[in-house]
């Protein structure tokens, strides 16, 4: 019998050796480019969508922000930033939002024209169950054109996003 216990033990023991080991990423000033994953964006025009490796994605954390920013060509781009602390299952206020995209032959662009709170970043995994960073946003935001806001009516914008 007991011979029998070791085999199982040593069996065992280099099952868990061998599985996949998942790099945390720390939440600390630092940048990452995501490997596979997937930002939607929903405005009242279309839903842009940037998937990786196909797209650029990156996202950034630190102890005091969250960024995502997403590039395709220099016709369609996205990137969105908080200031507040990072943690999994938090919300967070949204600093600061960029959408430039191609909508039926039309640029089309949406970003904040004002400091106020614009929308809120919900993190859902943060290094936990082996997903880099998970989550969804809401935010209200203007269309602008030339750097400056074209009109006062702001529309509600949501994504998520899955990136490893």
């Known amino acids: 019998m007991r011979p029998l216990l070791l085999v199982l033990a ?6 868990f050796a061998s599985c996949t ?12 480019t995501a490997k596979k994953g997937t930002v939607t964006i929903t405005t009242p025009d279309t839903t842009y969508t940037y998937t990786t490796p196909g797209d650029q994605v990156y996202f950034s ?8 920013a997403c590039y395709r060509d220099n016709l369609t781009s996205f990137n969105i930033t908080s200031t507040d602390l990072v943690s999994a299952n938090s919300l967070l ?5 960029h ?8 640029s089309q662009v949406y970003t904040n024209t004002t400091a106020t709170n614009i929308g809120m970043i919900s993190l859902t995994d943060l290094n936990t169950n082996g997903n880099g ?8 935001i203007a269309k ?3 750097g ?17």
């Open 10 to 15: 040593t069996c065992l023991t280099l099952f």
């Open 21 to 32: 080991k998942i790099n945390p990423i720390p939440v600390t000033d630092a940048t990452y």
């Open 61 to 68: 954390s630190g102890a005091t922000y969250f960024n995502i």
């Open 93 to 97: 206020n949204i600093y600061e939002f």
């Open 99 to 106: 959408l430039y995209g191609l909508y039926k032959s039309t």
């Open 133 to 140: 960073v998970t989550g969804s946003f809401t935010a209200n």
């Open 144 to 146: 602008a054109g030339n």
């Open 148 to 164: 400056s806001q074209t009109s006062t009516q702001y529309y509600t914008i949501t994504g998520k996003f899955n990136l490893n």
